[in-house]
């Protein structure tokens, strides 16, 4: 059936309507006609909400859902659901089920599970067999078979001639490379961030140097080498000051930053929440605040919601035990409104489709319907009742955020929450 979105603001600097109030007509998928007013003369579907805006679709370059193996915590086919109802057109899967995304088979399961869902779902193949480090995983097979990227979830890898080779590897068919960075021998056993809220609290520390050496590393493997590395969730001042230089030397590197890095602080451990365990763990208020600077002036090229469900039974147990992760896709938009101007929000999650060799498109007559709906105005307190997902691992819990998000249009269909 075909749709008309009523009296929508368009938020896209690329489309020649950004910033207009209008009507826009979908016919079998594509944007058929831009305008005010426009008829209904072949019975569409009518769709008007309240303050409704809407830009080019969200993507997410992190997203992690259990399935296979771990379907307890999420299956394709509801984070697809969740992911819709959130404002994404588009997720970038981690390979970290099990067994792990390390070969065409594995890309091609995932890809099939994830037909027919209005979310479309692009899967980052592990970079070393079985995440372990050790060897080159299938990485030509995973990319003919639909894989946009490679790297081992939260793992970094230790050898450096690994990295080496896979950078100059991946040059003959333009892939890239994604490095986790938390150099495992500095951060040892920590599980905090090392500072003063550690000390009171008397958790083992991780210091930003155990990010900073691995990037400092990294940056110097991928000038020797060439080729295109995406380095994810940073967390501190002097990453963001050690890529923005990275990028002034002209190296083809590109690098996120999750929500919760931006919203919250290592202060929220006070009560030994588990739910703020992360990887890397929550900073300082300075790095917090460094980390928005790099959004501001796009030295950190996207925002990602680094959603990563985790079971009850790995959670709710002592903070030293308890597993790293947060699900962060139906928070993500609200959450960012209260640290960041609403053009920077949709302009940072929509910029991670080029890196990821994804197309976008812009809401423009002739173009495929790719939409994300929201309302950026009004305030509410976080809830259970606000979560989609299986597990209900979220640092955002009971925080003040600021805008709602009503769904998307994508693959010809409409998804409202």
């Given at each position: 059936m075909n749709t008309i979105i009523r009296e929508a603001k368009i938020i896209d600097?690329?489309?020649?309507?950004?910033?207009?109030?209008?009507?826009?007509?979908?016919?079998?998928?594509?944007?058929?006609?831009?305008?005010?007013s426009l008829p209904n003369t072949d019975n569409a579907n009518e769709v008007k909400l309240d303050n409704l805006h809407i830009s080019q679709g969200w993507f997410d370059s992190s997203v992690s859902l259990g399935e296979p193996g771990f379907e307890d915590r999420e299956t394709i086919a509801n984070g697809l659901n969740v992911a819709a109802k959130s404002g994404f057109t588009a997720i970038a899967l981690q390979p970290n089920s099990c067994p792990i995304i390390d070969n065409q088979s594995q890309i091609n399961f995932v890809k099939n599970k994830a037909n027919g869902f209005a979310t479309e779902l692009f899967p980052i193949g592990a970079l070393t067999k079985g995440s372990e480090g050790k060897d080159m995983a299938e990485l030509f097979d995973m990319k003919n078979a639909g894989a946009v990227a490679f790297g081992d979830y939260n793992t970094s890898l230790d050898n450096a001639n690994l990295l080496k080779i896979t950078l100059q590897y991946v040059q003959d068919f333009d892939g890239l490379v994604i490095a986790f960075a938390q150099d495992s021998n500095i951060k040892g056993n920590g599980v905090a961030n090392e500072g003063i809220v550690s000390t009171r609290l008397g958790l083992k520390g991780i210091p930003n140097l155990a990010e900073e050496l691995q990037i400092a590393r990294n940056l110097f493997l991928l000038e020797y080498t060439g080729g295109k590395l995406h380095i994810p969730t940073i967390s501190t001042a002097k990453s963001v000051k050690l890529?923005?230089?990275?990028?002034?030397?002209?190296?083809?590197?590109?690098?996120?930053?999750?929500?919760?890095?931006?919203?919250?602080?290592?202060?929220?451990?006070?009560?030994?929440?588990?739910?703020?365990?992360?990887?890397?763990?929550?900073?300082?208020?300075?790095?917090?605040?460094?980390?928005?600077?790099?959004?501001?002036?796009n030295t950190i090229d996207m925002i990602t919601t680094d959603h990563n469900p985790i079971d009850i039974e790995h959670k709710k147990m002592e903070f030293d035990l308890a597993k790293d992760g947060t699900i962060g896709l139906e928070s993500a938009f609200s959450a960012l409104l209260t640290v960041i101007p609403l053009e920077k929000v949709i302009e940072k999650l929509t910029a991670g489709k080029t890196p990821f060799g994804i197309q976008s498109q812009t809401i423009s007559e002739g173009n495929k319907a790719n939409i994300s709906l929201f309302n950026p105005e009004g305030k509410r307190i976080f809830t259970n009742e606000n979560i989609l997902s299986k597990s209900k691992n979220s640092a955002f819990l009971g925080t003040e955020m600021k805008g709602k998000v009503y769904g998307i249009y994508n693959q010809g269909k409409l998804v409202l929450g």
């Open positions: 600097s690329e489309s020649p309507f950004h910033n207009q109030t209008v009507d826009i007509l979908i016919v079998d998928g594509n944007i058929n006609k831009i305008g005010t890529i923005k230089e990275a990028k002034t030397k002209g190296l083809k590197v590109t690098c996120s930053v999750a929500v919760h890095h931006l919203v919250l602080s290592d202060s929220t451990l006070e009560n030994f929440d588990t739910r703020c365990k992360v990887a890397p763990p929550l900073r300082t208020e300075t790095d917090r605040k460094a980390l928005l600077a790099g959004i501001q002036d």
